[in-house]
């Protein structure tokens, strides 16, 4: 999310005058519709504003399918170029190792065809030479038999033996082919920049835990933004930018439990997943992790400069969707914002703002 220098007065006026006129225009009350007015207000977004003002002019009825319209169109994260890039890599690694296991598995295939063929008229020759054995008694004969049956044998031997080092041959390649997968499919879920999971493998999480709160236990989603990111970007650079980012991944490795995970949820923003956690105890760990950044001096270029990030936690709701649930937390991080940044919100104070 980028970020512009307002006062925290300018913000809370912006806040009074967005729920003011949702509750006038009486639209729904969510995350997301709240963000579309507050952008509105704010006028940072033109294009969002300009289209606001022809539906107002237009007495257009602001429910809940028309905010869905303008959220999905001027304010919804779209999968980065990054992460259509290793989308499009675990595809790609996908189809070449079908195609690949097909042919090493081929010449297998064909040689056990070749094998059972083999099997039966060994079967049906060792039937023959047993039928001749019990109808001769010669010294000669019996020798040629089982000279017959040495060199079937041999043949069947040598069948197998060529079959063993064929699996064992493919078996090594595709063993290669499955840690291949592995890899392009961990790649595809990995940030670049700070090396922590990506979205992707972040909904992915949330399904699992959601799934396993219809049974039991209790857990939580966090949000965490950088408080005021484009002034660190627009003074000093991305490229200070992007080390300030992974300073901040490594602090939340860092300050989290064992069983908790952290992701990067695009742009300034961070996602802790938090399993077998009450809100309570959520907040205790966040709030250590909030201060640590605090008080953690950024030395750039001989400045120290001072971060801090305004965060939202939200208890997991069995009932709802991955979409609801970041969307709480995510109301619950805005409100941590409009209130003067550098502080933790939770669902309960989110809700009772909105109430």
């Given amino acids: 999310m980028t970020q512009t220098d307002e006062s925290n007065g300018s913000v809370t006026a912006i806040a009074r005058e967005t729920i003011s006129f949702m509750s006038k225009k009486k639209a729904p009350l969510s995350p997301n519709n709240y963000r579309i007015w507050f952008e509105y207000f704010r006028g940072q977004m033109p294009e969002l504003k300009e289209r606001i003002d022809m539906l107002l002019k237009e007495g257009a009825s602001f429910n809940e399918e028309l905010h869905q319209k303008i959220y999905k169109q001027f304010l919804q994260r779209d999968i980065s170029a990054e992460e259509k890039k290793k989308i499009e890599a675990e595809i790609k690694a996908v189809d070449e190792a079908s195609e690949a296991s097909r042919n090493i598995l081929k010449p297998v295939v064909i040689d056990l065809d070749g094998l059972s063929e083999t099997g039966v008229k060994y079967s049906d020759t060792l039937n023959d030479i047993i039928e001749e054995a019990a109808e001769l008694a010669e010294t000669d004969n019996i020798e ?8 079937e044998t041999s043949t069947m031997t040598s069948k197998n033996s060529k079959i063993n080092k064929e699996l064992k041959k ?11 997968l592995k890899k392009a499919r961990n790649e595809a879920r990995i940030d670049d920049l700070t090396r922590l999971p990506n979205r992707r493998a972040m909904n992915e999480r949330i ?4 799934d396993k709160l219809k049974t039991q236990g209790s857990s939580c989603v966090a949000i965490i933004d950088i408080d005021m990111f484009k002034r660190i970007n627009d003074t000093y650079g991305h490229a200070i930018g992007d080390k300030a980012l992974s300073t901040i991944a490594n602090q939340i490795r860092e300050a989290m439990s064992s069983k908790d995970v952290a992701y990067r949820y695009g742009g300034d923003e961070f996602a802790v997943i938090m399993p077998d956690t009450t809100l ?22 001989g400045i120290v400069e001072k971060i801090t990030v305004s965060i939202g936690v939200a208890y997991l709701d069995p009932s709802g969707t991955i979409e609801s649930n970041l969307e709480t937390a995510d109301g619950a991080m805005y409100l941590a914002k409009q209130l003067g940044r550098n502080n933790i919100k939770t669902k309960d104070d989110y809700q009772s703002q909105n109430a």
Avoid: G, P, W, Y
């Avoid at 038999?145 to 060199?151: N, S, T």
């Avoid at 399904?207 to 959601?210: A, R």
């Fill in 280 to 301: 309570t105890q959520a907040k205790k760990r966040l709030e250590e992790f909030r201060k640590e950044v605090k008080d953690h001096e950024f030395i750039i270029r």
């Fill in 144 to 151: 040629k038999i089982i000279k017959r049956l040495m060199d």
């Fill in 170 to 180: 493919s078996s090594a390649q595709l063993e290669q082919l499955r840690q291949n």
């Fill in 207 to 210: 399904t699992e835990e959601i």
